[in-house]
């Protein structure tokens, strides 16, 4: 599922900001953007957004910055400033263009300013990391579940479509012996054979044969079972996703198993018809938290 989060937090002088947004995906991937200062901190970023997040394509990038000089400790480091000043200089000269370096320029640089953090130990702004990271989740969650209230509606009238259709199927289950058996009796005056009759004891013993073949019952008192444990996911709080990937399954067995045996061209209609709006629910439940 989609969503985007921010947070921030202060300590120690510094402002500490998380932004945190999600794309798509079956499994769950995350990718973590610290500065220098907060790279030991990675681990415990880790732990926390799965904590929360189970699924999904995870993009996670932490700023920090010095939020009030007067508190806020930092040390300029000389010798890569004086690196980035000497090839910046040298890219000016090799494009013929004007080398107005400033300090500021230089204190932007990656790596020239050092905070805090990086003279003394990072697990120190972890509580600060910790409640910006919080807050951004919140505001992620808070995204996800405004998209996953549209899933459910278009999950609920799909497996509406579906449960009309299966309806159909058995209504015209029962009557598919009895074609049967009137398709065989045609066939048989057709072929110009006398002398049976519709209660031959051999007729009945094909029709009854065919009707074992072709009894769904079974499957279809599965999928009504499915459908309810589909209706109890949608109600569901926890996450759902990787469950319901199963429930697709078994549901698209069941309805597999009804067109392989039921033997009729109305019914054979009806799977078809199911099939297509499973694939569709399919598609939509990868995007389930």
């Known amino acids: 599922m989609t969503g985007h989060g921010r947070g921030e937090a202060s300590q120690d002088g510094f402002k500490i900001a998380v932004e945190v947004s999600s794309v798509n995906r079956k499994q769950s991937e995350i990718s ?6 907060l790279e030991p901190l990675e681990a415990q970023v ?20 010095a939020a009030d000089t ?7 480091n000389v010798a890569v400033a004086k690196a980035y000043a000497k090839e910046l200089r040298a890219v000016a000269k090799e494009l013929k263009i004007s080398a107005d370096l400033t300090l500021d320029t230089l204190l932007r640089a990656p790596g020239v300013l050092e905070s805090a953090a990086e003279l003394d130990d990072a697990e120190a702004f972890w509580p600060a990391v ?17 998209e996953g209230k549209h899933l459910a509606d278009d999950l609920r009238a799909r497996l509406g479509s579906v449960r009309a259709a299966v309806a159909e ?15 065989l009796l045609t066939r048989i005056r057709n072929a110009g054979l006398e002398g049976i009759a519709p209660d031959d004891e051999r007729l009945l013993k094909e029709v009854t044969l065919f009707a074992d073949r072709t009894d769904i019952s079974e499957e279809l008192t599965r999928l009504e079972s499915h459908f309810k444990q589909y209706d109890d996911l949608l109600k569901s709080s926890e996450p759902v996703g990787r469950t319901f990937d199963f429930l697709m399954q078994e549901l698209n067995r069941e309805i597999n198993t009804v067109g392989s045996k039921a033997n009729d061209a109305l019914i ?13 629910i399919r598609e939509q439940v990868q995007n389930i938290e």
């Open 130 to 146: 910790k409640k910006a990271l919080d807050a951004a989740l919140a505001n992620l969650v808070k995204m996800r579940s405004r």
């Open 32 to 37: 973590v953007n610290l500065p220098d200062e």
């Open 46 to 65: 880790r732990d926390e957004i799965n904590r929360v997040i189970s699924r999904g394509r995870l993009s996670v990038r932490v700023s920090m910055h």
């Open 169 to 183: 199927v058995q209504r015209q289950a029962p009557q598919v012996a009895a074609n049967y058996r009137e398709a």
């Open 268 to 280: 054979a209609r009806h799977v078809v018809a199911v099939k297509a709006e499973f694939e569709k």
């Open 70 to 76: 007067a508190h806020a400790k930092a040390r300029v």
